[in-house]
């Protein structure tokens, strides 16, 4: 029957159209992704030649069009979607399905509201798919053990931007003491700003110690900034370190499969069931 259910609750033609959008193990899938692909970068490069003023005046009209043209698309991609799973609620609520849906809105808001389809650029998220496309989940892996990594060591960083805080304004504040307001240190708040950018060796060159004690008070500072840097970098590494080793499979090779990529703590092998 035409209107007859899978067991996953879907009818045929949501079955096919779910394989064809969502997986991209099969042929059609693999290139209906491709595609998308393309027509994001396009989208994006639209959006950025739009912001330029010369092909902006000459080749407006035509940008616009073609702006139109792939937000339409998208939009009935997204329809597709929605039409195509079981729970549209648990799709639209994702996070790419949120990605897919700021990705069309800017281009409908702008209509009512000028300048808000440059935020089209956020369809750039929608790249993150070729991670599946290109079987690259293993990379993925290595971002979960990053944000692992941040979230072990979050008091750490706590602590060092608290002290840090503490620090430049400790130093704004005595700034503020030894240089002049015609220097550009008018108040605390100036100074700390100075010490901010000072301390993280950027440097602008808009506010600038003018006396022998201010210059050597704005040396220490920046070889302390370069002192600083390191920290972060250290505790997050660590962090990185401790966590790799703990997830990383042994090199123990199954005596009766021959396969590897065992926990560290196996008795057994994952594959077959044999006995390590």
Known sequence: MSNAKHHNGLKPWQNKMHEVIFEA????????????????VISIVV??????????????SELFVLEWI????????????????????????????????????????GIFVTGTHSLSVIRSLRLLRIFRILKLSQFLGEANLLIRSLKASRAKIIVFLVFVLSLTFILG????????????????????YWAIVTLTTVGYGDIKPDTDLGQFIASIIMLTGYAIIAVPTGIISAEIARNDNQHKPSTQVCPN????????????CKYCGGKL
């Open 25 to 40: 193990e099969t042929k059609a899938g693999k290139l209906f992704d491709i595609v998308l692909l393309i027509v994001i």
């Open 47 to 60: 959006v950025m030649l739009e912001s330029v003023p010369s092909l902006s005046r000459n080749y407006g």
């Open 70 to 109: 792939i937000t339409i698309v998208f939009s009935l991609e997204y329809i597709a979607r929605i039409l195509c799973v079981g729970n549209p609620m648990k799709y639209i609520f994702s996070f790419y399905g949120v990605v897919d849906f700021l990705s069309i809105i800017p281009t409908y808001i």
């Open 173 to 192: 504040s005595l700034m503020y003491i030894v240089e002049s307001p015609e220097a550009g240190f008018t108040s605390i708040p100036r100074s700390v």
């Open 257 to 268: 499969c021959s396969q590897e990529g065992h926990e560290h703590d196996a008795v057994f």
